[in-house]
C-alpha cells in the first residue's frame, strides 16, 4: 500500500477527534483532575511508577519523551502532595530515585476505578460483538502504535492479540 498524503491526512484526523473524545467524554479525566486536583501528566506519571517501580527521573523523562529538566517541577508538586518520595542512587549519588508512596498507590488504584466506572457506563450502549471488537482493535491499535514509535511491550499480556472473550 502507498502511503498517500490522503491517508496521512485521515489518519492524523482520526487521531486528532478520537482520543480527546475518549479522554473527555468516556474516561472523564476533567473531573478526576478538578476531584483531585492533579492533572493526566501527573497522574500518568503515577501509573508509571505503580506498574514498573521506583526510577531514575531521567528514565521517567524518556518514558514520557520530557526533557528532564522539565520532569523536577512535576515531581516536586508530586512529592509536596505526598504521592512520591525521592532518593539518592547507592551507586551514583548524583541520580534522583523516585518512588511512588502508599498514598500514590491509593490515588492509582482510585484513578483506575474512576476509569472503569465511566468505561462501563458507556459499554452498555455496545452491544457484545462490538465490545470485543473495541477490545481487539484498541489492542491492536496499541501494538501498531508501539511499533511506529519503536518501543516493545512492557508487559506479557501487551504482547499477545489472543482473544480474551
Known amino acids: 500500500m502507498q502511503i498517500t ?5 485521515q489518519i492524523a484526523d482520526n487521531m486528532l477527534s478520537i482520543f480527546p473524545m475518549l479522554t473527555k467524554n468516556v474516561l472523564k479525566k476533567d473531573e478526576f483532575t478538578e476531584k483531585y486536583g492533579l492533572s493526566p501528566r501527573f497522574i500518568h506519571i503515577l501509573h508509571i511508577l505503580d506498574d514498573f517501580g521506583s526510577m531514575s527521573i531521567s528514565e521517567m523523562s524518556k518514558r514520557l519523551s520530557i526533557l528532564a529538566p522539565n520532569m523536577t517541577p512535576l515531581i516536586e508538586k508530586l512529592i509536596s502532595e505526598g504521592y512520591v518520595k525521592r532518593s539518592q542512587d547507592v551507586s551514583d549519588r548524583r541520580v534522583s530515585i523516585i518512588e511512588i508512596t502508599q498514598k500514590g498507590k491509593e490515588l492509582t ?3 483506575t476505578q474512576w476509569v ?3 468505561l462501563k457506563k458507556h459499554l ?6 462490538e465490545i470485543e471488537e473495541l477490545w481487539y482493535v484498541l489492542k491492536r491499535l496499541k501494538k501498531l502504535v508501539m511499533k511506529m514509535i519503536g518501543s516493545s ?3 506479557e499480556g501487551d504482547i499477545k492479540d489472543d482473544k480474551a472473550f
Open 153 to 155: 511491550p512492557q508487559k
Open 124 to 129: 452498555q450502549n455496545l452491544s457484545d460483538d
Open 5 to 9: 498524503q490522503e491517508i496521512i491526512n
Open 109 to 111: 488504584h482510585l484513578h
Open 116 to 118: 472503569n466506572h465511566h
